[in-house]
Structure formats: structure tokens, C-alpha cells
């Protein structure tokens, strides 16, 4: 057997800890590898990899896989309007999923007979990481220094400090995940049912205070084009983030069961994901049937909870993407939102299948396609049934 391990490397309290435990207390061969979700540019990722050198890796490698994220995940939360608990929008949740993934993949190509991650034993992460390298390396043991010591944030400073390693209290007091799919900030106020996030402990600011208007264009249910601008997928997105992050936009604190049983709150920062899903959810209203918005409300919300607990691999997945993708085939138009401090709001869409066409009629006001006897007749019909239920069931609704 080897002495080979590769962790899952972020460059945090968490698995700077692991390093140092893993090759000082294990007597451990640490391979870092951090998988990029979005959430780090150049210059970041040589930060990272100088941080993970210093504290004694025998190598470090860094994966990209932003634009296979995307178009196997994202875009189908997007399709999706997927938003957990009507509010957080898989930020870390979808990510984690991708990073074991490629951990895994990483691990059996290094021939390692470990892979560990810094997760501790309260949280979601743990079984996200788990699931993933059971099913893609199940012959390599995981380890997991934190969850299995039981560690609080302060011992693990202190067992670095031991062992020479400085740590900067203020910024290790909040847990943040950042990535393509918004950024995540846990910790502190997070930890307390009352408390609401310190300004500071968010890693927006506002910066501007001025409306300002973007203009976004879908094709078959997927962001092309920013302002006019045609982009790929992933740079819409960072484009788009960059600009509402100004307005600091997109703040919110998520409360949900966690996969172990219990409940838990996490502070997230998402401005280009919710808008994205509020602006394409905005068009859908306008060109889909009742009935096609209706139906994919439960498959949608099955998608998100099934990623959400780490069942990427969960073959049913794939059949609701497929249903999902089948409804975008008219999802094409622009939609005009307009960006404030601390919020935002849809103006409009445009699109040429529109079904709010005003050759039909308009709502309220006029109709161009039946009579007032068609009505009369259509509202005798529609509401033969509750009649009848009403006359043989008198007495349950009262003399």
C-alpha cells in the first residue's frame, strides 16, 4: 500500500488543517488538488497553490471544470427555476458535486489508497463528498481529520499555530465558498436562529446607488447574450455578476434540513443566479402554456433537492433533464431588468412567442377571439360540476 492521499484543496482553515495533520500526524504523501467551479481566477489560483506549497504538499493541481458544471448542472437549474426553499439557489450545493467528482477521477489516476476532504460532521458536505467517492473509487478510503476529531474552528487554529502556521482569526470566523454559481458565507451569525449577517461578512460591498437597466437574451431557455453582447454561458454569468455585485444584489440567508436531519443556515451571495432564474422564469410566464409551467414545478423541484443532497448520479436525474430541456424549445426572447441598491426587478420581455399577443385579446380590457355569449356559455359548462356537487350536497355547504 501507498502513502498517497489527495485532498480535496480549497486553500481554507479547513483543509490547510488537513495538510498539515494528514502529513505530520498520518505520516502522509499529501497530493492538493483543487477543482475549479468558478470561483477563482489566476491570480487566485496562484495564491492557492503558493498557500498549499508552503504548508508542505508533495504536489498541487488545479482543475477547471467551470463549462462542464454548466452544461450538465446550471443550466438545468436555470431551465429549472430552481431555487431551494423558494430561495437559495444551489450556490455550493451543485458545486460540491462537480469538485468530488473530479477529486475522485483525480484520485484513481494518481493510483492513491486515500482521498480526503475537510468537511466537518454537522453539515451537508460531508455525505456530498462521500456519496460521489464511493461510487466512482470506492476501493480508496476516505478521510475526513475534522468530522472524525469532532474540531471546533479555534482548534484547529491553535493546532496549526503549533505546528507554525499563522492564521488571520477574523477572516478563519466565517466559513465562504465561492463559485461560479454564487458564494456562500457561513459562520458567526449564521450559527443563531436571530442573527442576520455582518455587512463586512458578505464579499460584495455597494459601490453604486445610481438604477441602472441590463439586458439579458435567451435562446431555448439559455442565457446568449449580455446587453446586446453575445458571450458563452460562463462568462455571461461572471459578466453578469460583476455588474450586479456592484448594487450589492443578491444577499440572502438560506434556513433548510441538512441530509443528516437537522436544520441549518447558511448567508449566500448570488446576484447573476437570481437574477438569471427570476429573468428566465419572468419569459417563461410569457411563453409557455399553464399547463407546461404547472407540470415542471415537481420534476424541477425533485432536480434541485435530489442535487441539493448530493444524488447527482441519481439516474433520474437525467430523465429530468430531459423533460426539462424538451420545454425550452420556445424559451427564447429578451428579457429588461432593471438593478437598484440591495435589489432588483423585471421590467419586460420581449419575444416572438409571446402569448400575451394583443391580436387575442387583452386582459381586463378587450377581446378579439369570442363573444360575450361564448363566455356565457363556456362559464355554464365549466362550472357544471361544482353546480351539481352543490344541489345533492346541500347541507355541507349550509341552508
Known amino acids: 500500500m501507498s502513502n498517497k492521499v489527495v485532498l480535496a484543496f480549497s486553500g481554507g482553515l479547513d483543509t490547510s488543517y488537513c495538510v498539515k495533520y494528514l502529513s505530520r500526524e498520518k505520516s502522509l504523501e499529501v497530493h492538493a488538488c483543487l477543482v475549479n467551479t468558478g470561483g477563482f481566477d489566476d491570480k487566485q489560483l496562484l495564491e492557492v497553490e503558493s498557500r498549499a506549497k508552503h504548508l508542505g504538499v508533495k504536489t498541487f493541481t488545479a482543475l477547471d471544470v467551470q463549462d462542464e458544471f454548466y452544461k450538465k448542472c446550471v443550466r438545468f437549474l436555470i431551465?429549472?427555476?430552481?431555487?431551494?426553499?423558494?430561495?437559495?439557489?444551489?450556490?455550493?450545493?451543485?458545486?460540491?458535486?462537480?469538485?468530488?467528482?473530479?477529486?475522485?477521477?483525480?484520485a484513481k489516476k494518481m493510483e492513491a489508497d486515500y482521498v480526503a476532504h475537510g468537511s466537518t460532521g454537522a453539515g451537508n458536505?460531508?455525505?456530498?463528498?462521500?456519496?460521489?467517492?464511493?461510487?466512482?473509487?470506492p476501493e480508496v478510503e476516505i478521510l475526513t481529520p475534522i468530522r472524525d476529531q469532532k474540531l471546533s474552528r479555534e482548534q484547529e487554529i491553535e493546532f496549526l499555530k503549533t505546528h507554525g502556521v499563522e492564521i488571520d482569526w477574523e477572516k478563519a470566523k466565517y466559513s465562504i465558498n465561492q463559485g461560479l454559481w454564487g458564494t456562500s458565507v457561513?459562520?458567526?451569525?449564521?450559527?443563531?436562529?436571530?442573527?442576520?449577517?455582518?455587512?463586512?461578512?458578505?464579499?460584495?460591498?455597494?459601490?453604486?446607488?445610481?438604477?441602472?437597466?441590463?439586458?439579458?437574451t435567451f435562446q431555448?431557455?439559455?442565457?446568449?447574450?449580455?446587453?446586446?453582447?453575445?458571450?458563452?454561458?460562463?462568462?455571461l454569468i461572471k459578466a453578469l455578476n460583476r455588474i450586479a455585485s456592484e448594487y450589492a444584489i443578491g444577499r440572502d440567508i438560506h434556513v433548510g434540513d441538512t441530509i443528516i436531519g437537522i436544520k441549518g443556515r447558511v448567508g449566500f451571495e448570488a446576484a447573476a443566479p437570481l437574477i438569471l432564474i427570476k429573468s428566465h422564469h419572468a419569459l417563461e410566464k410569457h411563453v409557455l402554456t399553464k399547463w407546461q409551467l404547472q407540470l415542471k414545478e415537481q420534476p424541477a423541484s425533485w432536480y434541485g433537492n435530489l442535487v441539493h443532497e448530493g444524488q447527482f448520479l441519481e439516474p433520474a436525474l437525467r430523465d429530468i433533464e430531459q423533460f426539462l430541456l424538451?420545454?425550452?424549445?420556445?424559451?427564447s426572447g429578451k428579457v429588461m431588468v432593471q438593478l437598484n441598491p440591495y435589489?432588483?426587478?423585471?421590467?419586460?420581455?420581449?419575444s416572438p412567442h409571446d402569448l400575451m399577443s394583443s391580436k387575442f385579446g387583452s386582459y381586463g380590457e378587450m377581446n378579439k377571439g369570442w363573444s360575450g355569449d361564448d363566455v356565457k356559455g363556456f362559464s355554464k359548462i365549466f362550472g357544471n360540476q361544482g353546480q351539481i356537487y352543490y344541489q345533492v350536497n346541500k347541507d355541507e355547504f349550509g341552508s
Open 343 to 350: 435589489r432588483f426587478h423585471i421590467i419586460g420581455i420581449e
Open 186 to 216: 457561513g459562520g458567526a451569525e449564521t450559527l443563531t436562529s436571530n442573527q442576520y449577517l455582518n455587512e463586512k461578512a458578505f464579499p460584495s460591498q455597494l459601490n453604486k446607488d445610481t438604477p441602472s437597466e441590463v439586458e439579458i
Open 79 to 106: 431551465f429549472g427555476n430552481v431555487l431551494k426553499n423558494n430561495t437559495y439557489p444551489l450556490s455550493v450545493s451543485a458545486e460540491r458535486v462537480f469538485q468530488a467528482l473530479a477529486i475522485a477521477n483525480y
Open 125 to 137: 458536505d460531508q455525505v456530498r463528498f462521500d456519496l460521489i467517492f464511493q461510487t466512482i473509487c
Open 220 to 235: 431555448k431557455g439559455e442565457a446568449v447574450a449580455l446587453n446586446g453582447e453575445s458571450m458563452k454561458s460562463v462568462a
Open 326 to 331: 424538451s420545454g425550452q424549445r420556445n424559451v
